[in-house]
């Protein structure tokens, strides 16, 4: 069934998305040439098949959010907000609502704002989005960067990523308001808080039900999303809008056919991913790892930089965690399970965050009419090159603790 949905997607995918396809199949096909491993491919391509269930769970929470009674009321209670609190607001905002509908959180926010914006202030609010999106990333198992995370590093429990990406998103948080809003008071940020206090019950049933299934069943945080999320937002188009459920059935329908960039880049990088697992490093690439494995953090520093980096330019951060992550196991480094597993996730934040080739910043952009430069090039830089070295050493010294 993967093979024939990657088969329908490939021709109707973006022409970036199929030539980088194209080469990580090519890459792909030399590894395992070279290693005569080919039982890699089959179980990769199983770890792929769950996440290409994950796509259309996406949409059915747009759809049960969109349906909520509580937007309107938010909505309602937004003019009367200044500058400084409207960015708070915004954060805050993005990181909660776009920890269960990702990229909706724009569509939801946006139209709460003054139609008409000062072009500063647009900017502004347009970094406090993708900001406050960018530090969802790191906890909410709603995203694609969780989704792959655990695949890679497989047996990581969903609480202990919620948890750990928690106290990343704290931190993360905090250095945002010391550099960009410190002149909001407590009374402030009590005040925008309070225009969002609807959204936290359901949130905190969709991802507590995520964390209680998965410390139950022993499954990943990727397969306890495919299982309890439809089964929780079907539920509640049934009780408050069942005449949208057959809207829903559709819109699922339609949005998955629309996900075959998605599917072929994840479902690509997985077999790739695998592939290497099961092969030889080349000495180049060894050597540099081992090299680092005596000075734990400093990798941690250096693979999240390398897929930063390699995202800025056009390198999708799965395909650099795919050669990363898997060649960092072979070489047992003193890193310990869930560490790894969000050095993907934290990357892909930070990545999120600014990067031109990233949905969260090009959506963002267009909705709020902004030029994507200004948007790539803006305050956010500042942020990342803050924050990001701050993250990592709060991994560096969790993974002490860990190891």
């Not at 905002?93 to 509908?101: D, E, F, P, T």
């Not at 480094?333 to 965050?353: D, E, G, K, Y």
């Not at 963002?364 to 790539?376: A, E, I, K, M």
């Amino acid at each position: 069934m993967l093979g024939i949905l990657m088969a329908m997607a490939f021709p109707m995918a973006s022409r970036h998305i199929q030539i980088l396809f194209g080469l990580i199949s090519l890459a792909t096909i030399a590894v395992i040439l070279r290693s005569g491993n080919t039982e890699t491919i089959i179980s990769s391509l199983a770890s792929a098949a769950v996440i290409a269930a994950f796509l259309p769970t996406l949409i059915v929470i747009r759809v049960a959010v969109e349906s909520s009674p509580t937007i309107p009321r938010i909505r309602e209670r937004i003019s009367d907000m200044d500058r400084s609190e409207r960015m708070a607001w915004m954060t805050s905002g993005a990181h909660l609502l776009g920890s269960i509908v990702t990229l909706g959180y724009v569509s939801v926010q946006r139209p709460m704002l003054p139609c008409e914006l000062e072009p500063d202030e647009a900017l502004r609010l347009a970094e406090c989005g993708t900001r406050g999106l960018g530090l969802a990333v790191v906890w909410s198992p709603f995203f694609v960067a969780t989704a792959v995370a655990s695949q890679l590093v497989p047996g990581v429990p969903a609480w202990q990523m919620i948890a750990i990406g928690l106290g990343l998103a704290a931190i993360g948080g905090l250095t945002a308001h010391l550099m960009f809003n410190r002149s909001l008071a407590v009374k402030g940020i009590v005040r925008a808080l309070k225009r969002l206090l609807p959204t936290v019950p359901p949130t905190l049933i969709l991802v507590g039900s995520v964390a209680v299934c998965s410390s139950i069943t022993g499954w990943s945080g990727l397969q306890s999303v495919v299982l309890m999320v439809p089964l929780l937002c079907i539920g509640f188009l049934l009780w408050r809008a069942p005449l949208r459920l057959g809207e829903a059935m559709g819109r699922i329908v339609e949005g998955s056919g629309k996900m075959g960039d998605e599917l072929l880049i994840m479902t690509g990088s997985m077999v790739f991913a695998g592939s290497i697992a099961g092969a030889q490093l080349p000495d180049e690439l060894r050597q540099i790892l081992l090299g680092l494995t005596e000075w734990p953090s400093l990798l941690i520093l250096a693979e999240v930089t390398t897929i930063v980096v390699l995202g800025a330019i056009g390198v999708h951060p799965m395909v650099t965690a795919s050669i990363l992550i898997p060649a960092t196991l072979l070489l047992e480094a003193p890193i310990a399970a869930p560490i790894l597993a969000h050095i993907v996730v934290l990357a892909w934040a930070l990545n999120s965050t600014t990067s031109a080739w990233t949905l969260p910043v090009v959506v963002t952009s267009n909705v709020f009419g902004l030029p994507l430069r200004s948007l790539v090039l803006g305050r956010n830089i500042f942020f990342i090159l803050i924050f990001g070295p701050i993250a990592c050493a709060a991994l560096g010294i969790l993974n002490r603790l860990l190891t």
